[in-house]
């Protein structure tokens, strides 16, 4: 059994092809399907993509110096990643309040 690679660099090529081939496939397809909870969530996972490619291409320049005295949080909901001394009080992705989002150590 082959591990998949779990480099920096696999990681953001993984996020870099769902945003340019699997979001786009799998949104027709729900579309098509007039599936609203499914385009919802398509949504949201898309937005939340797009913000890990930002924070990945960032750390890619500024390295651990990214995360010097600051925090990692993630909504549990929707997985939304905020880096910064506190976490928004509401997603800004979903909605959800304040307390789904907690601190990664």
């Not at 579309?31 to 909870?37: F, L, P, S």
């Not at 750390?59 to 549990?76: F, I, K, S």
């Amino acid at each position: 059994e082959t591990k998949p690679d779990a480099s920096f660099e696999a990681l953001l090529q993984r996020v870099e092809d769902d945003l340019a081939e699997g979001f786009p496939a799998v949104k027709a397809v729900a579309a098509q399907e007039g599936d609203r909870g499914a385009m919802r969530s398509l949504t949201w996972a898309e937005k939340v993509s797009r913000i890990l490619k930002s924070l990945l291409t960032e750390y890619a320049q500024r390295g651990e110096a990214m995360l010097t005295d600051t925090g990692v949080y993630v909504c549990t909901i929707c997985g939304f990643v905020s880096v910064g001394s506190e976490p928004p009080e509401i997603c800004p992705v979903c909605k959800a309040p304040g307390r789904k989002i907690v601190k990664v150590d």
